[in-house]
Nanobody, 123 residues
Framework: VQLQASGGGLVQAGGSLRLSCAASGRTFSGYAMGWFRQAPGKERESVAGTTWSGGTTYYADSVKGRFTISRDNAKNTVYLQMNSLKPEDTAVYYC?????????????????WGQGTQVTVSS
């Protein structure tokens, strides 16, 4: 089972980035998927998550109104559109999957992790 994240990079404050996470190795039917991030010296935190159907989404308060999560189940891919980026969004972003219908905001409840992609927002 592999989660391959891509789309990170360096962007100025106020800019946008779109992260992608492609799942392979098995079907993720019924799995919740989403993103965590970890900044230097900080704990890993949930950023956004979505149920299998995409009908329910979850966002950290710090990104509500700026980030949008979506998924294409035919492609086993989840996306994170990040707009109005701020320097405090700088972190390594990890794609994650959970063997459950609902998303979880604690890392201990995640079953699969991607390798992480760096997002750096300059002021």
């Amino acid at each position: 089972v592999q989660l391959q994240a891509s789309g990170g990079g360096l962007v100025q404050a106020g800019g946008s980035l779109r992260l992608s996470c492609a799942a392979s190795g098995r079907t993720f039917s019924g799995y919740a998927m989403g993103w965590f991030r970890q900044a230097p010296g900080k704990e890993r935190e949930s950023v956004a998550g979505t149920t299998w159907s995409g009908g329910t989404t979850y966002y950290a308060d710090s990104v509500k109104g700026r980030f949008t999560i979506s998924r294409d189940n035919a492609k086993n891919t989840v996306y994170l559109q990040m707009n109005s980026l701020k320097p405090e969004d700088t972190a390594v972003y990890y794609c994650a999957a959970r063997r459950a219908l609902s998303w979880a905001t604690t890392p201990q409840r995640i079953d699969y992790w991607g390798q992480g992609t760096q997002v750096t927002v300059s002021s």
